[in-house]
């Protein structure tokens, strides 16, 4: 027999299913308006989705993917660092081109001045959007001549200018390896175990919010009246509840969901995988390093990530690290959810073993040594950080995508970057404004009160207790350089 919870408000009672970065930010930004929200989530916490390290402010990582996508990712990400401040890694990036690659550093330029010129033209906007320094120093370029001389200097606990976070790369890295120049940007590190922190502590702080954990969806049922009869179970017990509307935010399973309802959606499902090394003998604090290389080949891309402590997370763009043969698999005509194979869903719902963590470790370590030799003493740190990504559609390189809809009262929220997340928000925002089930004076935000009033200790604090909870580091609850 099942626990039916009596339903007793007038208002919209909307339910998200998925309390990953997308459903908890969504949540977050939904109940700030004063929307009767329920977040159920089959985990026992919030944001423990793929491996996250990066902000993407300008998607300079990737090369691959059109000047407009960069420049929607640079507004998202201000947007984002906005709503979680305190889980940003205040350092920079350099981004490296290896001689061996078919790329140049020139090629790059033309998009770093165009994001830079949209952060000005997005500061001017609203100042409050100034979050990635100024825009003057956006990025910076460094000549060999340049780097050979910051190799002399000693490296700084707490670097301030690009140049002084540039002395470990200049002391470290095999400059013969490269081409020239090189690039540092005001892309930050994004912390997950922060992230995660401050979405949980801002919305228990929401009393619009009902978080439920340890709460799997097992029927969706829709009613007369157009809504949702969402049955689930918690804690050992069945229960059911009746919405007005459901924004599916499952993640890598959301077509589990769509295929639940009967909908159709074509997307992608990719498993990937970061490594986390000890640098023993790391005595510096460093921007993360990228060094470009063609996704998929030996050389692929290799992104050096610093945590506190010598702790380093590690992704190869091979098929021998990061990416997996067979790991990107597509929707069909019978199921809206592509099918991962039995081997990497054992890896997310269970665990790695011993020898596959050592042995990848080892490759990752290994790709990052041909760029830094010195980094080749490294060791295993901790298990290693994994997930599934979906990405709607069938173009494997989209990263930024927001939502979709399947009739009045059906969101999907489908995020490929966390900084797309407050722009799907806007979007489902609109979507119950004009179904009805919003009132129109309700408009979007970028203020989030229940986020502001958290301190930092306190998401420090969770975060602690979220790395313990997940058996990682302590260290990765913690970041180098914080808010300027």
Known sequence: ?????????TAAKIAIIGGGIAGASVALYLSELGLDITLLEKGPSLVNGPPICHLHA???????????????LLAQSIDLLRLYP???????????????????????????????????????????NKVLGESQDYFQLFEREELESLALQTPLDKPQ??????????????????????????????????????????????????VLTNSAVTKISPTVSGGWLIDYQQAGLNKQEEFDYLINAAGFRSGLI???LGFKRPRLVEFKAAYVSKWTDCDAVWPEVVFHGERGTPQG???????????????????DITLFKQGLVASTEQSAQPKLAEVFLNKIDKNWTESEIIERTSRAIAHISAYIPSFSNAQVGAKPLFGAQQIPGGDPTLRAANVSFAGDNYARCETVKASSVLTAADVILQQLTKTGLVDKEIK????????????????TLRAEALTKERDFPLSFAHINSAKP
């Open 258 to 260: 769509d295929d639940l």
């Open 1 to 9: 027999m099942s626990d039916v919870t009596q339903i007793n408000s």
């Open 444 to 459: 979007a935000i970028r203020s989030f009160p229940s986020s502001e009033r958290i301190s930092e200790q306190a998401i």
């Open 86 to 128: 305190y889980a940003a890694d205040y350092r920079p990036t350099v981004v490296a081109v290896p001689k061996h690659d078919k790329g140049t550093p020139q090629q790059l330029l033309p998009r770093l001045y165009k994001l830079q010129s949209e952060y000005e033209r997005l500061i001017q906007l609203d100042p409050l």
């Open 161 to 210: 200018t690009l140049a002084q976070w540039m002395i470990p790369v200049a002391k470290n890295v095999d400059l013969d390896k490269l081409q020239y120049p090189l690039v540092m940007v005001h892309e930050f590190g994004l912390n997950m175990f922060r992230l995660g922190a401050s979405a949980a502590l801002s919305l228990e702080a929401n009393t619009a919010c009902q």
């Open 58 to 72: 300008g998607g300079n990582l990737y090369r691959e993917i059109s000047e407009q996508q960069c420049v929607t």
């Open 301 to 319: 891309m290799a992104q050096f990530t610093p945590y506190p402590g010598g702790y380093f997370q590690l992704h190869g763009m091979t098929e």
